[in-house]
């Protein structure tokens, strides 16, 4: 017996079973037709591009954190490009098949992801700092202290 009506595809799902629900998708195969005329290096990166950030700014520095569980500091790199671009870049490297293993389910993504920002004019770039701990990646970039204009009182005569 099928949870899925036989008029919205050929998919079979057992009851009993919660991992083995299979949920209809009206936009299934629409990412992948729309990729045909994509190269493959941009499709590559697209794989793991959804790597998660913020940024917010603090009265001293912009402050960027990325989600990057799993990887290593080594795996990846941030950059600041002329112009006031700062790109954080990384892959995730797929796990090894072994040829006795039996995968139910592969639902972590891998590949390369890429991220670039455009720096306001108040960033000292050149004393960006990074670190990463616990799978999340901070980065640093102080801004310079804004030059508040000078205010003379004008005496009134009369």
């Given at each position: 017996?099928?949870?899925?009506?036989?008029?919205?595809?050929?998919?079979?799902?057992?009851?009993?079973?919660?991992?083995?629900l299979d949920?209809?998708?009206?936009?299934?195969?629409?990412?992948?037709?729309?990729?045909?005329?994509?190269?493959?290096?941009?499709?590559?990166?697209?794989?793991?591009?959804?790597?998660?950030?913020?940024?917010k700014?603090?009265p001293?520095?912009?402050?960027?954190?990325?989600?990057l569980?799993?990887?290593?500091?080594?795996?990846?790199?941030?950059?600041?490009?002329?112009?006031?671009?700062?790109?954080?870049?990384g892959?995730r490297s797929?796990e090894?098949?072994?040829?006795?293993?039996?995968?139910?389910?592969?639902?972590?993504?891998?590949g390369?992801?890429?991220r670039?920002?455009?720096?306001?004019?108040n960033a000292?770039?050149?004393?960006?700092?990074?670190?990463m701990?616990n799978?999340?990646?901070?980065?640093?970039?102080?801004?310079e202290?804004?030059?508040?204009?000078?205010?003379?009182?004008?005496?009134?005569s009369?």
């Amino acid at each position: 017996m099928s949870l899925i009506p036989s008029f919205l595809g050929n998919r079979r799902t057992n009851v009993f079973d919660p991992f083995s629900l299979d949920i209809w998708d009206p936009f299934d195969g629409f990412l992948t037709s729309a990729l045909t005329n994509v190269p493959a290096s941009a499709r590559e990166t697209s794989q793991f591009a959804n790597a998660r950030i913020d940024w917010k700014e603090t009265p001293e520095a912009h402050v960027f954190k990325a989600d990057l569980p799993g990887l290593k500091k080594e795996e990846v790199k941030v950059e600041v490009e002329e112009g006031r671009i700062l790109q954080i870049s990384g892959e995730r490297s797929k796990e090894q098949e072994e040829k006795n293993d039996k995968w139910h389910r592969i639902e972590r993504s891998s590949g390369k992801f890429l991220r670039r920002f455009r720096l306001p004019d108040n960033a000292k770039v050149e004393q960006v700092k990074a670190s990463m701990e616990n799978g999340v990646l901070t980065v640093t970039v102080p801004k310079e202290e804004e030059k508040k204009p000078e205010v003379k009182a004008i005496d009134i005569s009369g």
